[in-house]
């Protein structure tokens, strides 16, 4: 096994603008390592980790499990509320359009209940965004956008929220 080669935190910046730009390129791995490095440098840095777990996200589409667990894991670690709620929509609506885009009716299905969680967090996180922030609203009406086309998506009430954490 190789034993991996620290990260000089003069290396942060640059480290983060990798990450960022193999993202775009869709190679959400090397994101991924990336940022697991700088966490390796500063365990607290706030920009790694919401790029850590976006990056956790871009790779849903090819099975989800561990990773929604994963990227719920790193929220606790976000220091500010606003972030937590808004980041954890985020893994919900991505977990919602990867099951939509595999489609059944399981799939259906798992895809409202995360859409539903999606649409809840966005909301709790409208009301402690930060002044001139509207990514939230905006998150909010690409969900319900989604779900109004795509009435097979709506929840009736009798429902359970299968797959879906009961928590909130």
């Known amino acids: 096994m190789y034993a991996l080669k620290p990260l000089s935190p003069e290396a942060i910046p640059g480290a983060l603008a990798k990450a960022e730009r193999y993202r775009l390129l869709n190679e959400s791995e090397m994101a991924e390592s990336i940022c697991e490095d700088v966490l390796g440098a500063d365990d607290d840095h706030q920009q790694a980790l919401v790029m850590l777990i976006l990056a956790i996200t871009d790779q849903f589409g090819r099975g989800a499990g561990a990773r929604v667990a994963r990227a719920r894991a790193l929220l606790p670690r976000l220091h500010d509320e606003y972030e937590r709620l808004y980041y954890d929509g985020i893994i919900s609506e991505r977990c919602a359009r990867s099951h939509l885009a595999h489609g059944g009716p399981s799939g259906d299905v798992l895809a409202a209940s995360w859409f539903a969680k999606a649409l809840a967090l966005f909301e709790r996180s409208m009301t402690l965004r930060p002044a001139a ?15 109004n086309r795509h009435p097979e998506l709506e929840l009736r009430p009798e429902e359970p929220r299968a797959g879906v954490d009961a928590e909130w």
């Open 133 to 147: 922030n509207d990514d939230a609203v905006l998150r909010w009406n690409a969900c319900a956008r989604t779900v």
